[in-house]
Nanobody, 124 residues
């Protein structure tokens, strides 16, 4: 069993930056692929970025995140990160981290464990 806890969300002006963290408890996530998703009010979960278990394979980003967001992980700390720069109002959502066995995936239902989410709000 894995418990994931997100942190780092908040309110920021457009053009600003935030760094989200996802800390894992209960077991090491070293061998698990991890990803970030977000859900805006009234919308479905949207894939943001994913990273392989070793972090050695190239991470994968949604088009909306490319060039602005960077996903990374520190297996020694059992933690994953999402650095978000040049934030836009349309990035406003609850951001969730997730992990799964095997290779990373792009749909939320393919993941085994989920965090409770952290709210990101970007004002114009």
């Amino acid at each position: 069993q894995v418990q994931l806890v997100e942190s780092g969300g908040g309110l920021v002006q457009a053009g600003g930056s935030l760094r989200l963290s996802c800390a894992a408890f209960g077991r090491t996530v070293r061998s698990l692929a991890m990803g970030w998703f977000r859900q805006a009010p009234g919308k479905e979960h949207e894939f943001v970025a994913a990273i392989s278990s070793s972090g050695g394979d190239s991470p994968y980003y949604a088009d909306s995140a490319k060039g602005r967001f960077t996903i990374s992980r520190d297996n020694a700390k059992n933690t994953m990160y999402l650095q978000m720069n040049s934030l836009k109002p349309e990035d406003t959502a609850v951001y969730y981290c997730a992990c799964k066995t095997g290779y990373y995936a792009f749909t939320y239902y393919e993941y085994d464990y989920w965090g409770q989410g952290t709210q990101v709000a970007v004002s114009s």
